[in-house]
């Protein structure tokens, strides 16, 4: 994990300077992380505890097909509460109940304390239809509860329960890299990832190789 923030900050830092406009809010970006090591390290995509889990949920073909990094600077705000991928899977329906066919697992790059801005969930949502999950929250019969995390802590949630990013009062940027797993026969775009160089690549096992669904870098 500090092999992977010494090697990220540097990157994350330039990204920063340029001034690029904030992507999630206030003060809050989203930032494709990189493929290359240290950055990359097969224990976060292949963790045989963490697989078991997402499989479980799933089943035993997912896949990973996003890599990325939420970033919530000093003077970030409460965010709405929302879903991640909101574009249902079938329009015509949008509030079918369908078993998880995503899942997200993220840990952080540095110690996230209350201060640091810590995301915040209101558990159970995920199965209930947005407007109902929503009246509930608003009316108080669900708390949303904030989840900090130590440096090897690993949240996994489902993406369709109600969320928000909170405030980072700090000066430390907050670092909490993600990696989205799906049902192998799920496919969006809907987040930037970058390419996979080829010999990092070539360095997977085949079973390795299976999991990963990212372009390769010619």
Same mark, same amino acid.
């Given at each position: 994990?500090?092999?992977?923030?010494?090697?990220?900050?540097?990157?994350?830092?330039?990204?920063?300077?340029?001034?690029?406009?904030?992507?999630?809010?206030?003060?809050?970006?989203?930032?494709?992380?990189?493929?290359?090591?240290?950055?990359?390290?097969?224990?976060?995509?292949?963790?045989?505890?963490?697989?078991?889990?997402?499989?479980?949920?799933?089943?035993?073909?997912?896949?990973?097909?996003?890599?990325?990094?939420?970033?919530?600077?000093?003077?970030?705000?409460?965010?709405?509460?929302?879903?991640?991928?909101?574009?249902?899977?079938?329009?015509?329906?949008?509030?079918?109940?369908?078993? =998880?066919? %995503?899942?997200?697992?993220?840990?952080? #790059?540095? !110690?996230?304390?209350? /201060?640091?801005?810590?995301? *915040?969930?209101?558990?159970?949502?995920?199965?209930?239809?947005?407007?109902?999950?929503?009246?509930?929250?608003?009316?108080?019969?669900?708390?949303?509860?904030?989840?900090?995390?130590?440096?090897?802590?690993?949240?996994?949630?489902?993406?369709?329960?109600?969320?928000?990013?909170?405030?980072?009062?700090?000066?430390?940027?907050?670092?909490?890299?993600?990696?989205?797993?799906?049902?192998?026969?799920? =496919?969006? %775009?809907?987040?930037?990832?970058?390419? #996979?160089? !080829?010999?990092?690549? /070539?360095?997977?096992?085949? *079973?390795?190789?299976?999991?990963?669904?990212?372009?390769?870098?010619?």
């Amino acid at each position: 994990m500090e092999a992977c923030r010494d090697a990220f900050w540097p990157r994350l830092l330039a990204y920063l300077d340029t001034a690029q406009a904030s992507n999630r809010g206030p003060y809050r970006h989203f930032i494709a992380m990189p493929f290359d090591p240290p950055c990359f390290m097969p224990e976060f995509f292949f963790d045989p505890d963490v697989l078991s889990i997402v499989r479980g949920l799933m089943d035993d073909r997912v896949v990973a097909d996003q890599w990325g990094c939420d970033v919530p600077l000093r003077g970030s705000e409460y965010q709405g509460l929302h879903v991640d991928y909101q574009r249902p899977l079938f329009p015509e329906v949008p509030d079918l109940a369908l078993p =998880a066919y %995503a899942v997200v697992v993220s840990f952080g #790059l540095v !110690r996230i304390a209350r /201060e640091h801005g810590p995301i *915040e969930i209101a558990p159970g949502t995920q199965r209930m239809t947005r407007i109902d999950a929503l009246r509930a929250v608003q009316a108080g019969e669900i708390g949303v509860q904030a989840l900090p995390l130590e440096i090897g802590d690993v949240l996994i949630r489902h993406p369709w329960a109600l969320h928000r990013g909170t405030p980072n009062t700090t000066d430390t940027a907050r670092a909490l890299v993600t990696i989205r797993y799906v049902r192998s026969w799920y =496919a969006d %775009a809907s987040r930037d990832v970058e390419d #996979l160089p !080829r010999a990092t690549w /070539e360095s997977l096992t085949p *079973e390795q190789q299976s999991v990963m669904r990212f372009p390769i870098r010619k």
